[in-house]
């Protein structure tokens, strides 16, 4: 057997962008950075109180007084713990890798599902993106992006992304086939039809995938804190290096409260809301037939 | 712009039957050799290295050369079993699929030579479709759905909802235009598919079984409001169906399909009395004639009729001569004045009467003429005369005894003509 090095090629290729594009990456490194402080910004600059109140509404309107009592005694014990503004980096964490693996994910699945040749193209790196143990490409983005948050983002978002890309292509697919060919034997261009038809129609599915995506991205702080990103991850890896359990303890269980924060918020959406009602001014009693229940 | 005109003197191929000639309307669609092949799955990558001898032998043929032509205004219907490839033959209409070989011209145009924006706006504001499952958006409302064409065009909005709202008026749906597909009945939701395909004033529909996926009763209203609708619209409609039932009660024309091919383009009269082979005939054995069949086909000449200024004795002689109890009276342009009975004559006679339009009684119902044979079932058999058949103006052109009537019924369809 010939004795492949194809670790040595990566690692080549790794320091040859390391000294030849070190440009293009410092460029991302700044943008990330500019926004997850934006983001930091927004959510630590203002009283815990009024992000409490703020979360609460939201609770609330995506899913009812239940879970924005949750959403309140959860924040409370959060802030009782001192861990206010850790958990508020992690959120930022999540939030920033999670827009932008929609921003680049959502695309890419619409390419997949019009395009047999991009969805065999993009399938395998999907695979290789959600199956190589996340340290394994840790290491070369802390190379290329220094230590700290960044690569923890850049790492995050590469480890989140694929639901998002897979379940748009999904959704997309799923679309019934006599719709599509409504919507062309009406004359609608390729445009019209994704923006008028797969996409409202595919909408269940893509929000599925990015409350995967957040899901997945929220099941890397940890790791994350490993390379110096901080937040909840930082105490996590703090209370296992001092074997400290009430470090610990407080850290995972503000983890906890935010995945189920989150999940809950973002699997809200996918049940579809009443649109205003376009005729208003009609009989409501023709709205006499029994409400067939929605097939979401 | 097209060369259309070298087309236009081969447009009567023989299967066009003769009422293509006597009306001089425009051919709306114009269809000729129109094939569809399906190469096999997985077939492509030996087409690469002999691709001159596979195209040829290879594939299925879901159509096969299907020439035939639309009148303007026509409810033209294509009928075939599944697998006949009558859903493959209207897709090709608008090209949903298309043809593999073969030449289209819709109003005039070669469907064929259109680029991708012609094509468009071809399907957009000609030639319209109605689903088989209704294909309703489920995101919008019954008016969005029904006002899809309009934007797809561009139309602006207020206008968009004005002609949605006029297309759902049309169809009975008006006060249904905010709520969801989803929450109407299926007879409901294909009222608004046909109203999303009114609202744009294509001339053209294609009806992918319309209406086959509704249940009977409902579906015969649908086929009642498709023809109440071509009394007022006047849309040139190519509907495609596997009920032959639903076909007779349309179609001006029927084009019978099997495997792809044509196998008998006529009236749905003519293919009850001569199907073109015996896989048509056995279709036709289960339709119910009584709703295709009109009184031409079965009423005869009366055997005796009577003027008003005869004698009673000589009218009443005649009528020893045939079965019957009753005698209509006509006056000098075949109009019915009334029928008299042998009962009356004898009592005429014995009154002394010299004419015989004092005896007359109105003991008779008539039919106009082009009914069909079950509206005549009620009314046969109740008179001492045979029903009465008679033309626009009320002329006595024939009569239908109940006999006929019943071995036009229980015959198998072999001598209708005869």
Not at chain 1, 67 to 77: D, Y
Not at chain 1, 96 to 121: F, H, L, M, N
Not at chain 1, 206 to 235: E, F, K, P, R, T
């Amino acid at each position: 057997m010939p004795n492949l090095h194809i670790g040595d090629a990566v690692s080549a290729i790794v320091t040859w962008l390391q000294e030849n594009v070190a440009g293009v990456f410092d460029a991302i490194a700044a943008i990330t950075q500019w926004l997850l402080d934006v983001v930091l910004v927004a959510l630590t600059g203002p009283p815990p109180l009024v992000i409490v109140v703020i979360a609460a509404l939201l609770a609330l309107w995506a899913r009812g007084i239940g879970f924005a009592v949750f959403t309140v005694l959860g924040l409370l014990v959060v802030e009782s713990m001192q861990l206010w503004t850790e958990t508020m980096e992690t959120l930022a964490i999540v939030l920033v890798a999670s827009v932008i693996a929609v921003v680049i994910g959502i695309p890419t699945g619409i390419w997949a599902a019009r395009s047999k040749r991009a969805s065999v193209v993009v399938r395998p790196v999907l695979d290789f993106m959600q199956t190589l143990p996340v340290f394994v490409y840790l290491i070369p983005a802390v190379f290329l992006f220094g230590i700290g948050v960044v690569p923890a983002v850049v790492a995050t978002f590469i480890f989140a992304i694929p639901p998002g890309v897979r379940l748009t292509e999904l959704g997309l697919r799923q679309v019934d086939p006599e719709m599509v060919e409504a919507s062309v034997a009406f004359g609608a261009t390729p445009w019209q039809l994704l923006r008028q038809v797969q996409l409202p129609l595919a909408v269940p599915s893509i929000m599925a995938g990015l409350n995967q995506v957040i899901m997945m991205a929220l099941s890397m702080v940890v790791i994350a804190g490993m390379v110096g990103a901080g937040g909840l991850g930082a105490v996590v890896v703090q209370g296992i290096s001092r074997l400290d359990i009430a470090v610990g303890f407080e850290g995972g269980l503000a983890v906890v409260f935010l995945a189920i924060f989150l999940d809950r918020l973002t699997s809200a959406f996918p049940r579809p809301r009443r649109r205003a009602v376009a005729v208003a001014d009609e009989a409501p009693e023709a709205v006499a037939v029994q409400a067939v229940p929605r097939v979401a | 712009m097209h060369p259309v005109l070298t087309q236009v003197g081969t447009t009567t191929s023989f299967l066009s039957p003769p009422i293509d000639k006597a009306i001089s309307m425009a051919t709306m669609i114009e269809a000729r050799g129109l094939t569809k092949r399906y190469e096999p799955a997985g077939n492509e990558r030996r087409r690469f290295r002999r691709r001159s001898e596979t195209t040829e032998t290879t594939g299925t043929l879901a159509v096969d050369g299907v020439d035939f032509d639309v009148e303007e205004g026509e409810l033209f219907v294509i009928m075939g079993l599944s697998g006949s490839g009558k859903s493959t033959l209207l897709r090709m209409l608008n090209r949903l699929v298309d043809p593999t070989s073969g030449s289209l011209h819709i109003a005039g145009q070669d469907m064929l030579a259109m680029d991708d924006a012609q094509l468009r706006t071809t399907r957009n504001s000609t030639i319209n479709m109605v689903f088989q499952h209704f294909a309703l958006f489920p995101h919008r409302t019954v008016l969005e759905n029904a006002a899809y064409g309009l934007q797809v065009r561009g139309i602006p909005e207020a206008e968009r909802v004005e002609r949605a709202q006029d297309a759902l008026e049309t169809v009975g749906l008006g006060r249904w235009g905010h709520v969801r597909p989803q929450e109407l009945s299926g007879g409901m939701r294909q009222r608004v598919g046909l109203a999303r395909a009114l609202a744009t004033d294509a001339q053209i529909l294609l009806m992918d079984e319309p209406f086959s996926a509704l249940d009977p009763l409902i579906r015969r209203d649908m086929q009642s409001l498709l023809l109440s609708l071509q009394e007022k619209v006047r849309k040139t409609v190519v509907f495609v169906t596997h009920d032959l039932n639903e076909a007779m009660r349309l179609g001006q024309r029927i084009m019978v399909m099997r495997d792809g091919r044509v196998i008998q383009l006529a009236s749905g009269a003519e293919i009850l009395s001569t199907p073109a082979d015996d896989y048509v005939a056995n279709f036709v054995s289960d339709v119910d004639r009584s709703r295709v069949v009109t009184v031409e086909h079965v009423m005869r000449p009366p055997l005796i009729t009577a003027r008003g200024d005869e004698h009673p004795q000589a009218v009443l002689d005649r009528m020893a001569n045939v079965e019957g109890g009753g005698v209509y009276v006509v006056d000098e342009r075949d109009r019915i004045i009334g029928v008299a009975t042998d009962k009356h004559l004898a009592d005429g006679i014995a009154l002394h009467q010299e004419r015989i339009d004092s005896l007359v009684c109105d003991d008779f119902t008539t039919i106009e003429i082009g009914s069909r044979l079950i509206e005549v079932m009620p009314l046969v058999g109740r008179h001492s005369v045979p029903l009465a058949v008679t033309d626009h103006d009320g002329r006595l052109i024939g009569v239908i005894p109940r006999a006929a009537l019943l071995n036009t019924l229980a015959d198998n369809g072999r001598s209708l003509n005869a």
